[in-house]
């Protein structure tokens, strides 16, 4: 496996920071752009292990951070859902002009959400994979319920999310209204893997079946059994990005 840093510019002019993971020995068959959870970054265990796994299929990945994580540039708390969406189709220019349009879209968590949305405006994408994806945008706002007196007084507040403190803005809040994913899944018509572990702490099983549900055919469902919703085991993440690897091939 070959890595390559790479930095390239959302429509806001400011700077993102990503990876590119290619194989080591072959030309890759096809580009895929990864997507991570919410406020976590590129860095994270299941995102460079599933990318890998993904390398050594020959399927090279981008994997970047969003606006304001990570080694990004840009204010978190100014962010939203939309600024996400605008985010990955950023990366997919970048692809284009300097690698390949990518064929294959990965998301997790929230990041599967934005892939969604995105995944019906990029043309050159061929099939999507979502891990433990909530399947409505009112799943997130649970974080927030205890602090929305004072997001709507002061404009932000800080949230804890799985242990770590972060600034949500309104901003952010109040765009969570403007995407209904159920409605996306129904019009994306392009080939669906959706991977959810049954024990999902953070995002039920239940979302699972809600978008196999809304998503039309070709679309796939494996249940990762006993593995937690940030798949923090390396060994869990490459047996994911082996089972997206294996499925997408009969796409690109």
């Not at 990318?51 to 990945?61: G, Q, Y």
């Not at 403007?178 to 959706?194: E, G, T, V, W």
Request: overall charge neutral; glycine content about 8%; proline content about 3%.
């Amino acid at each position: 496996m070959k890595r390559e840093k790479v930095t390239f510019k959302n429509s806001r002019g400011l700077l993102l920071s990503g990876a590119v993971e290619l194989p080591e020995n072959n030309s890759p068959k096809a580009f895929a752009i990864f997507s991570h959870c919410f406020t976590c970054n590129k860095n994270l265990i299941n995102v460079k292990y599933i990318s890998e796994a993904l390398s050594e299929k020959r399927i090279a990945v981008l994997r970047f951070d969003f606006t304001g994580l990570g080694e990004s540039q840009g204010n978190f708390a100014q962010t939203s859902f939309t600024s996400n969406i605008d985010d990955l189709l950023s990366a997919a220019d970048f692809l284009s002009e300097y690698y390949e349009a990518p064929k294959l879209l990965v998301g997790h968590s929230l990041g599967g959400a934005a892939s969604v949305v995105a995944g019906r405006e990029l043309s050159s994408v061929k099939a999507l994979s979502l891990i433990g994806t909530p399947s409505n945008l009112d799943h997130i706002k649970r974080l927030f319920r205890e602090k929305m007196d004072e997001i709507n007084f002061n404009g932000s507040a800080m949230v804890d999310v799985a242990g770590r403190e972060v600034e949500i803005g309104k901003g952010f809040v109040d765009d969570l209204a403007n995407h209904n994913i159920k409605k996306s899944l129904n019009k994306l018509q392009k080939p669906l893997l959706i991977l959810h572990s049954p024990e999902d702490e953070m995002v039920s099983i239940d979302h699972a079946t809600e978008i196999f549900m809304a998503a039309r055919h070709p679309k796939s469902f494996i249940a990762l059994d006993g593995i937690d919703h940030l798949i923090k085991n390396i060994k869990d993440a490459r047996y994911v990005g082996g089972l997206i690897g294996e499925w997408v091939t009969r796409y690109l």
